[in-house]
C-alpha cells in the first residue's frame, strides 16, 4: 500500500449527510481492517473545511462525502491546492456529473441517450403552462444538483407540476423537468475505466425513492440485470460512454432506465457513490470479484492530485515527423514546424 495515513473525508453539509456518514463509517471499518492507517474527518455545518483538511496529518483522503459540496468537486478543488492525492473524479468532471443539466447537454453531445426535458427556475402557473406547452405527461421534476431522490417527483398534470416544480425549487434554484420513461432501473459500476457490471433494481412501491433506496427490504435487486445478452453489453457500452463524456475517474455508478421497447437511457452518473456494503457500487464490485475492504484498497489505489504533471515523458523517438502537409510555405505552417522541433529537441534533451 502506498498510501500510509488516509483520511476518510465523510458528512458535510448536504442533505445526503447521513447517507455518507454510513458511507464512510464502513470505508473506515474496511481500510483498518485490511491495515491501513486509516483516521475519520468528519466535516460539518459552520466548520472550516479548509483548516480541517491542512491542519491533518495525511498522505491520502478517501472521500466518502456525497451532495453539494462534497461530490462537486468544490473538496476536490480544496485538495488540488494542498496537494493532497484524494479518491474519485478530478474536479471538473465532479462538477459535471453532479449537474444533471450540464451532464445531459454533454451526454447529447456525445450521443448518449437520455430522457428528453426542459429546464425552470420558477413555479408560477401561468409561465409553466407555457414553458411546458406540448411537452406531455408525466414528466418527473428533479432539482439540477441533489441526490438521492431528494426533491424528485412525478406529475401527471399541469397542477401536479406546479407542487413538483415548487418542491424541487427548495433544494436548488433551477429545476429539471424531464419526460416520465416507463422502464426498469439498472446501474452499472466502473472502476478505473473498468466496467464492472450492471445490477437490475426493483423498487417494491414502484418508486426508487428516498425510503426505497435507504430502508432494508423495499427493493430488491438482481445481480447481474435480467437482460439478455445483447441488450446488457448495450447498457455497459452506454454507461462507460456516459463516464467517458464527463471525463470522471475513480469508482463511479451509472444510473439507467431500460424500456421494455429495447430503449435504453442515462439518467445520471454518479461520481460518489453509495459506500456501504449494500450500496449498489460495491453489490455490482462484489459480483465482478472484489470484497467490500478490496473495493475500498482498489478505490484508494486510485487516489491522486490531477492537477500535478505527469512523471513520465514522452521519448524523443516516440514524437511524430513533422507530416508532409505540413511543408507548405505558409506562415502557419511554419509556425507549427518550428513548434514542433523546438518541442523535440526540448524533449530529447530531458529524455
Ligand atoms: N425520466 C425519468 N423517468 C422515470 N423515472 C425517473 C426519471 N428520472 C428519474 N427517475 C426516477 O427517480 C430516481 C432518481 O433520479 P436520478 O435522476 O437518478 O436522481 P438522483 O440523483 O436523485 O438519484 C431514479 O432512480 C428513477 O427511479
Ligand atoms: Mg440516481
Known sequence: MSHRKVSVIMGGTSSERQVSLASGEAVLAALTEQGVDARAIVLGPG?????????????AAFLALHGKLGEDGCVQGLLELLG??????????????????????????????????????????EQLADVHGSFGFPVVVKPRREGSSIGVSRANNLMELREAVEL??????SVLV??????????????????????????????????AKYTPGMTDYFMPARLPAARYRNVLNLAERAA?????GGAVRVDLLVTESQNEYVLE???LPGMTPTSLLPKIAGAAGYHFSELCLAILDGAKVHSRKPERRLAADTLPATPAAFEA?????????????ARRSQRSRTA
Not at 424541487?168 to 434554484?173: E, K, M, P
Not at 467517458?244 to 470522471?248: F, Q, Y
Open 47 to 59: 466548520d472550516d473545511a479548509l483548516s480541517m483538511l491542512a491542519g491533518a496529518d495525511m498522505d
Open 84 to 125: 493532497i492525492p484524494y479518491t474519485g473524479s478530478n474536479v471538473l468532471a465532479s462538477a459535471l456529473a453532479m449537474d444533471k443539466l450540464k451532464s445531459k447537454e454533454l451526454f447529447r453531445l456525445h450521443n448518449v441517450p437520455t430522457p428528453a426535458y426542459y429546464v425552470v427556475d420558477q413555479a408560477s402557473a
Open 168 to 173: 424541487a425549487l427548495a433544494f436548488d434554484s
Open 178 to 211: 424531464e419526460r416520465f420513461v416507463q422502464a426498469r432501473e439498472v446501474a452499472v459500476g466502473i472502476l478505473d475505466g473498468r466496467v464492472l457490471g450492471a445490477i437490475e433494481i426493483a423498487p417494491k412501491s414502484g418508486m426508487y425513492d428516498f425510503a
Open 244 to 248: 467517458e463524456a464527463l471525463d470522471t
Open 269 to 271: 452518473v454518479n461520481t
Open 329 to 341: 510555405a505558409d506562415e502557419a505552417s511554419a509556425v507549427v514546424r518550428r513548434y514542433g522541433a
